[in-house]
């Protein structure tokens, strides 16, 4: 910290093999794509910042990777938002309408009011259609025989053409394009310039990267993470899958069930299942009521504790 | 700033005139809406907010208009966000688009995820189809004549037919809501509830209330400005349109213009417009080259000032 | 979603427990406190503004308590987002420069730029004086001796009479009040409009309730979460210390390694946790490297789980 | 926007004066600085950034020069978002309370927790004391007397060294780092890493820049402008003195009079004036009331437009 230095040259800091895959179009979905245009910060530039909080004492007593990993794993954020990356990405407009939502990001959109939208629009191949989840209300499920799927994708071709075809009949005739394009399909392909920070990126790969994800933006997610940041920030990734997108929470509830399982106490492990209301049985039916949070917590024991528990019988 | 009243209750701050009208829908387009459902502050928690800053010895010296103003006119911005209001807004997708790119306000929007998608499109009457405008690239002017727009409406309406059938053929196929919803056009109504503040809220209407706004998105705009923001904060409202909505911004440059209009002397005001290369000459027509800022500034000067000039003739 | 009863009329939202302390200091430190000013929302809101996601469908399906937990479990910020609350807090400029550092909340602080500074500094009582933990190079743990703590409080005193007298002499002799204060001690009061919704108070109290908080901001947001939280939104607050507050976090290693330990298989855990590097010996001292990662997780096993474990004896 | 060229490498952005002082200390007060850490785009990345908005057409229509000025011009401020700046600063923590009330960036700041505090507060010289304004409650006009200046500049030294004694002590004693650290004099410096757009930036600047801003913020900001933006964004910074820093803004009804006053119709003037309450008199004094918005006109006209107005006297 001392002040006398007044000159000390810096050189930009660089992440090599993110240098070498600059303005790359990684494809995705049918016509999409995610590029790199430029960045600030890398791995050390993380650890630079961290340093400034801690003084410089602390040179000697970490290393780097160890330092990251700490941070990540105690949510210290700022250093990871010392570091910023600017996408070039072309994707559908109902997959942007899902990424528009994380707020915390700078973008730049192509405009259709502007210029002539993009004459294209994303098609669904007939084995690509998914079958509403039964589960879960908002997900997918399986697909649709390639019979049906071929039909749907029939269908798709025949309104996306005459979507298109009225649009450019609009322009034709003078109408406005801020005007003409309001019957666009969803599926219409934008492109923007999105600049977002380490830390909220890692919230969007947290979230959208996530099994529960639509499947398009989670195929956009998957590239950003596997084929961007992890050329880019190579240890702070590792970080994040083990911390985070790889990590467990337990609610409190659920850490005491858990410790009375380790010591092999299904009594106890009942007593508190059963003070959380997970044991509650419908006197109608003689069955336990539904409750999702037990349910929850049964998947997290048998998928990733590979502990699976049969509450009513033990 | 005594600190010995440790029991003064309070109730909660209320506008009345915008309770009045809560919960009630402002009809929007041809099938939206806005209505208020709920809000924070007033007029008077303005002046409360700004009050803390200055502490009590300012009571005697403002009263609360001649604050609100002067909070307003030199955009001191944290006695405004003091204020939050709570919307419900029944919007087409594309307009939605629009609205938000505001990121600085709260927002759940209905999930054509989890839900089906809400039954209703914008549509355009025969004389409502508006010409793309020659001099603005991205605004339109005027509107087309009423045969050809007949013909534009039923086109709308048969695009917009099929849209929905092909939806509700792939959901009855089975498709989940997530993708079947891909093809629908931007002109599908969407619902929301959207929370900002009134400083982030005053930021909006200025720029979508402004005449370069698109006419949809101005709509709803102008009845949160009038219908809305009138009633809930009237003093802040006024204060609004007269710095901010109706005010005008100059240069530097057009500042000197200007100042060499009001003495009458016009020699000084074209060495001015000179300089800043607005009199530059294009040689192989013998007229002024294309210059936008000169174009702005003369326009101010003849809207706004009501003092138009010709600069090639004085 | 009808959109035909255009004249719903509403009234706002209120949460009756907290209306009762509407206005009321909470005392904090020796001279602080916090105070309800107004609020937006509750329990109920919560409910409302997820449903406006999940359409009129869900009504009949979740009871509130059980969707607010839902969406607390899983992280849907947004409808926490849409209940605000505005304090009036009072509160050493110490702890304000770390309260001051979440970025999500609007502020109106007290200006000794306009007014002549608060005339009150956070005073430490004689075994009020921590000691500097040796275990946490940023925490304290346990205070210092009484008799060496009144010499401490003795200084203290001393150091603020200075303080005072100086800037009392320098606006006596017409130094302005913006640089009266420059070495005004970190410890005088200042007092502050601080409004934020709902989820940022959540991470705001998830951080500054937690035992690695200074004991200083550590109070305010106990008062704020038990006093005032608990009245406003108890149901989002229960959720909150069960999910968040009270919840544990676990690295995809340290799963592994539960997994293990819930079949009583040690030797697999050893095998999980010498892959993470958590077993390495010094050959030097043929004692295990120091490892923050495994020493942590020691704790959670010990604290959290009451599973204690020695890795080198079995 | 053609999707077939998968690879076209990229270089990164660079602006070369810049470079050349990147890392170098500015020195600001007595023993602050600024100094560039890193930097992300250029003037040419507004541009580019705009271009993706409006489509590979507009290439030859503008240049560049004349975009970012329009862009600029049009508070059009995404492109300018999309340039990120990261400053490593040392300064009084007085003067870091201001800065940080700008939300939008992101800051590492030296921890006095973990550290001991940077030995080293502002010194104010005997000729730097600033009067308090008697026309501007919250600022500062002309200095204190040299001899004065003198005696307030020993009692500061006596202050700082009492603080810093203390805080050596109770260190010394082994009070927490956290604690010892409640009574230093806000002049104590800090130092940070600080993070922000290009546009957050200016917004910065026209605040911190403006006369009316405290003596040392102004200082820092007129060096990370006039030293900093200047050599890294040339075009848009001349852009943001021309636009803004030197713009003028006029309330609707100033620009009523201003209309009047360009015609010679003083009458006019005077009516407009007349109908906002500029010219009430008081009946008592017979002299116009005291109107604050009125006198900031009057000082626009003299100052920007030289054209001074008695409005009595007419």
């Not at 025989?145 to 071709?157: F, K």
């Amino acid at each position: 910290m001392d002040n006398h230095d007044i000159a000390i040259a810096l050189t930009r800091d660089s992440a090599p093999d993110l240098d070498s895959v600059l303005g790359m179009k990684f494809p995705c979905l049918d016509d999409g794509f995610v590029r790199v245009i430029d960045y600030l910060g890398s791995d050390s530039s993380i650890v630079q910042a961290a340093r400034i909080s801690y003084g410089a004492g602390t040179r000697a007593v970490h290393e780097d990777r160890g330092l990251i990993r700490y941070l990540l794993r105690h949510r210290h954020t700022t250093p990871f938002e010392m570091c910023e990356i600017k996408l070039h990405v072309r994707v559908p407009m109902d997959t942007w309408r899902q990424w528009i939502r994380h707020r915390t990001a700078n973008v730049n959109e192509y405009s259709t009011r502007y210029s002539v939208a993009i004459d294209a629009a994303q098609r669904t191949g007939a084995d690509e259609w998914r079958l509403q989840s039964a589960a879960n209300r908002q997900g997918s499920s399986g697909t649709i025989d390639r019979e049906t799927g071929t039909v749907l994708s029939q269908r798709e071709i025949q309104l996306q053409h005459l979507a298109r075809e009225v649009y450019d009949e609009r322009l034709k005739l003078g109408v406005s394009r801020e005007q003409a394009r309001k019957d666009l399909p969803l599926s219409t392909y934008t492109e923007a310039y999105w600049k977002v920070d380490l830390w909220n990126l890692m919230h969007f790969l947290q979230v959208r990267m996530d099994t529960h994800a639509q499947a398009e933006i989670r195929e956009y997610a998957g590239i950003i993470g596997h084929e961007i940041v992890a050329k880019w920030v190579p240890i702070a990734w590792q970080a994040f899958l083990d911390y985070h997108f790889n990590g467990l929470h337990l609610s409190s509830g659920e850490v005491a069930v858990v410790a009375s399982l380790l010591t092999g106490d299904f009594v106890g492990a009942r007593k508190q299942a059963a003070q959380m209301g997970w044991l509650d049985v419908n006197p109608d039916s003689n069955q336990l009521r539904r409750n999702r949070e037990r349910d929850e917590f049964l998947e997290k024991l048998a998928d990733r504790f590979s502990f699976p528990v049969n509450w009513l019988s033990e």
